[in-house]
């Protein structure tokens, strides 16, 4: 049995234009990041407040996390930038509760761990209406 | 006895060579009142307020000054001095020239025979100011310059404000008499010119100038005039207030047996952007003459005037009657069961021109039973070779239309239909230019009851009746000719041809629509004033956070009736739409209504919530285009404020941003957004603010618009990261320090 992952939680992320998908730019305040990992989960709601069925989520599954999630993601000659892929969603989502949980070998404190995840970016876009917003996602 | 108002557009920068002019003016025989407009400057600088001030106190009380400011521009102090002049006839001095051999009782004269005609005077400079009055100074003056050909001129009071007098838009630049005159030519109106010795003014070489005067050439001033083809200006807005306007256009309404809708077909003249009107409606016998007179005079509008005849006359004698019963420059021809769309009146006048006499335009035909929709486009420039074509004419309820031409060649009142068509027809033959205004200009009701439908085949016939008036004017080449020519003429382009239910529906009756209604301006003191404060269900406000000043205030307003939107526009809202959705049951008790709202409160906080931020978001949309267009790649950077609407945003963050805005939007139900609002040059400038927000740990989120794309954020975040790393090493080495 492993330890625990350690997790932060983005909740409550609200658009209330909607958006169809969601990217993470990540600034790191650690050289960590670049030897660990990190993957976001990501869990939508649609105007209703009901939540978005997986199936209209494109991004990988966790069979242990049960949930869509994508990988944050070294950009190769950019230090300490990293990215994820866009959750597609094919319904707009209005909010949404993104949680960062830590992968592989694992941080080596929770500060690192936290300190990874200081500077971080969403880019919402609604296909629909053509909007598109770059969220600066407060700790 | 024949009195003057002088009216000087300007004033002399040296005091005492103006009071030395002023006093010439007053000691003119007829002359009543000099009014003297004063510049700012002139009035803070202490010699010139000493000196005309002692002036105006000591020797005559007949000096009206006025203050020339940047809240008053020079077109806007002229046009309210006109209309509080004491007289009816006005002289315009744009440059201060000698009067004196004018016999000014010979202008007055002229004036009050012909009260639409312009009197002119010739503008001649004199060698010397030394001559005495006895001399014959034509021969001792040459012509002034052309740039001063307009130096003086008098016109009735009553016909400067029909004219609306000089326009205030800035891009005339302040070009007062060669606009007027230029308009006053374009109808057509007479320019008169009274012989030599009272005809001319005079000024000498070294005569001091207005100051403030345009000193554009001639050619300057003919492209500006020419900008604008129009003739009558400050149609919405314009600084003569209300009560000292005279009425425009006569809006002619006949009517029979129709008290059910004549009231709701006035309230449409009633609701128009142009508001200078009066309302003629003549009653041609109907059988409850008291029920149509209650209809009207529920209205309570003193514009109205009501007219009857005590058996029916026919529709011709009807229109005749109302035209003979004005005195207003124009007609607008109206019917007692149709409805104007709200510019309607604006559009009719403005498209006047030196090439249209009288403008028509399109309309579209509503079931008075289900709503549904039709319109109808008419071909443009109507004229005989149109009729030779295809017969057709312009909509009569469309026309806009000079009084004097329906007085000059009236009605048929032999005619019991068409009479409209044969009219026109007769006006196109006469040489009067038919115009389109390109638009749909009204809706035309269908019902059982109309006469049109009562008495098609009349109509046809009265047709047929131009048509064939055409081949007693033309041989057969000539009307082969005329046709060909009809067929070149092309319809317009007009708006709601395609989906008239959707750009025309608001304005229907209220029997058939459920009607909300947006207004612009300050919302909420018209809607308290109208006394209807609880319609509103959304209010949208865009405030600067620097200045305090508010871009716009946009109301939603729900179920509006067809009385409240008369009332929106007596408060004084100018800039309203009202959007309608069709529903033949419309007329809803209060119980129902309240059934309406309880079911929103139950099921629809989340459609509340999209529409408010959609408006947000559009609002948000119209403020990035402004700042794209100042700044090329400009971005927003938008704060939001969950809690509590600030009085002043994170301006500490912020305060490189080029724009500073709160944008306020209330729904039904409570639902509120509130956000702060900042442009940006880039995106680089839009990230780095944001990034200084961050390091004050707000709680609120924020974010760019549009998005910036992600490939140039991870760059601007890394070159950020760079030039950190570099200031924290050069501030490490101690080199950056200053001891």
């Not at chain 2, 003016?25 to 803070?44: D, H, N, Q, Y």
Request: charged share 25%; aromatic share 8%; net charge negative.
């Amino acid at each position: 049995m492993g330890t625990a992952k350690r997790t932060k939680t983005f909740r409550d992320l609200k658009l209330e234009s909607g958006f169809t998908s969601a990217q993470f730019i990540l600034e790191t305040q650690t050289s960590e990041l670049g030897d660990k990992g990190i993957l976001i989960t990501g869990t939508f709601t649609d105007r209703s407040g009901k939540t978005i069925e997986n199936e209209e989520i494109s991004s990988s599954y966790s069979n242990a996390l049960q949930a869509k999630f994508q990988y944050i993601e070294e950009i190769k000659g950019i230090d300490r930038i990293f990215r994820s892929k866009p959750f597609y969603l094919g319904i707009p989502a209005f909010s949404a509760e993104f949680t960062a949980v830590e992968w592989g070998n694992g941080f080596s404190s929770d500060q690192a761990f936290h300190e990874s995840l200081s500077g971080v970016w969403l880019v919402l876009r609604n296909s629909g209406r053509g909007t598109s917003w770059t969220y600066r996602v407060e700790p | 006895m024949s009195q003057i108002s002088v009216i000087c557009t300007s004033q002399i920068e040296d005091p005492s060579e103006y009071v030395t002019y002023l006093d010439s003016l007053v000691r003119l025989p007829s002359v009543t009142e000099v009014v003297v407009p004063l510049t700012a400057e002139g009035i803070s600088d202490e010699e010139f307020s000493a000196i005309f001030f002692e002036y105006v106190e000591s020797a005559d009380p007949k000096i009206v000054p006025i203050v020339l400011s940047e809240k008053s521009s020079r077109p806007q102090s002229i046009n309210q001095a006109v209309a509080t002049a004491k007289n009816d006839v006005v002289l315009l001095l744009e440059n201060p020239v000698m009067v004196d051999w004018v016999d000014l009782r010979e202008v007055i004269e002229a004036i009050e025979d012909r009260p639409r005609a312009i009197v002119w005077f010739t503008h001649r400079v004199l060698n010397s100011p030394e001559y005495g009055p006895h001399e014959d100074l034509y021969f001792r003056s040459i012509p002034a310059p052309d740039s001063m050909s307009f130096s003086a001129y008098a016109v009735s009071r009553r016909y400067f404000l029909e004219l609306r007098g000089f326009d205030e838009e800035p891009s005339m630049k302040g070009i007062l008499g060669p606009d007027l005159l230029k308009r006053h030519e374009r109808r057509g109106g007479a320019l008169l010119r009274l012989k030599r010795q009272s005809g001319v003014v005079y000024s000498s070489v070294d005569s001091p100038k207005f100051s403030g005067s345009i000193n554009f050439n001639i050619g300057e001033v003919e492209k500006i005039v020419n900008s604008k083809a129009s003739i009558y200006r400050n149609l919405i807005n314009w600084s003569v207030p209300v009560e000292l306007r005279v009425p425009l256009i006569s809006v002619a309404i006949a009517t029979k047996d129709r008290a059910d809708l004549v009231g709701e077909s006035i309230s449409s003249v009633l609701y128009q952007s142009f508001q200078d009107f009066e309302i003629v409606v003549v009653d041609d016998g109907s059988e409850d003459a008291e029920a149509v007179q209650e209809a009207v005079y529920a209205l309570g509008d003193s514009r109205i005037k009501l007219l009857r005849n005590a058996e029916s006359r026919g529709v011709s004698h009807a229109r005749n009657r109302a035209a003979d019963a004005t005195n207003c420059l124009l007609t607008a021809v109206h019917d007692d069961d149709d409805i104007m769309l709200p510019r309607r009146l604006e559009w009719g006048i403005e498209a006047l021109s030196e090439t249209t006499d009288a403008s028509y335009g399109s309309w579209t035909n509503f079931d008075h039973y289900d709503g549904s929709m039709r319109t109808f486009i008419t071909r443009k420039d109507f004229d005989n070779a149109l009729v030779a074509f295809s017969g057709e004419g312009p909509g009569h309820s469309t026309w806009t239309i000079p009084t004097e031409i329906i007085k000059a060649l009236r009605y048929n009142e032999t005619l019991t239909s068409s009479v409209d068509h044969y009219f026109a027809t007769r006006a196109a033959a006469a040489g009067v230019k038919w115009g389109h205004v390109g638009k749909v200009v009204y809706l035309r009701r269908v019902h059982d009851f109309q006469l049109t439908s009562q008495d098609t085949a009349r109509q046809k016939s009265g047709h047929t009746l131009s048509k064939f008036g055409n081949t007693f004017l033309a041989s057969s080449t000539g009307l082969a000719a005329m046709r060909e020519e009809g067929g070149k003429h092309t319809y317009p382009a007009v708006k709601g041809a395609k989906d008239p239910s959707k750009e025309f529906s608001g304005y229907l009756p209220d029997h058939l629509v459920r009607r909300d209604v947006i207004i612009d301006g300050n919302v909420n003191n018209a809607l308290l004033k109208i006394g209807i404060p609880t319609k509103m269900v959304s209010l949208m406000e865009d405030r600067d956070l620097v200045t305090g000043i508010c871009y716009t205030e946009q109301g939603l307003l729900k179920d509006i009736t067809f009385d409240e939107l008369v009332k929106i526009r007596k408060s004084g809202i100018t800039r309203w739409k009202s959007v309608g959705t069709i529903d033949v049951k419309a007329e809803q008790t209060a119980e129902s209504a309240f059934l309406h709202d309880m079911a929103v409160v139950e099921g629809e906080i989340a459609t509340v919530w999209e529409k408010v931020s959609a408006q947000a978001v559009g609002r948000l949309q119209l403020i990035l285009a402004v700042l794209r267009r100042d700044y090329k790649n400009g971005y927003l950077a938008v704060v939001q404020h969950p809690e509590n609407v600030p009085e002043l945003g994170d301006l500490e963050y912020f305060s490189d941003a080029r724009l500073q805005r709160r944008l306020l939007v209330r729904g039904e139900l409570g639902v509120q957004v509130c956000y702060t609002v900042f442009g940006f040059e880039n995106y680089q400038a839009a990230v780095q603010a944001l990034n200084r927000r961050h390091g004050h740990k707000p709680t609120s989120p924020a974010a760019i618009f549009p998005a910036v794309d992600p490939e140039s954020l991870v760059k601007v975040l890394s070159d950020e990261r760079e030039k950190r790393l570099l200031k924290n090493s050069f501030d490490d080495s101690g080199l950056g320090r200053i001891s």
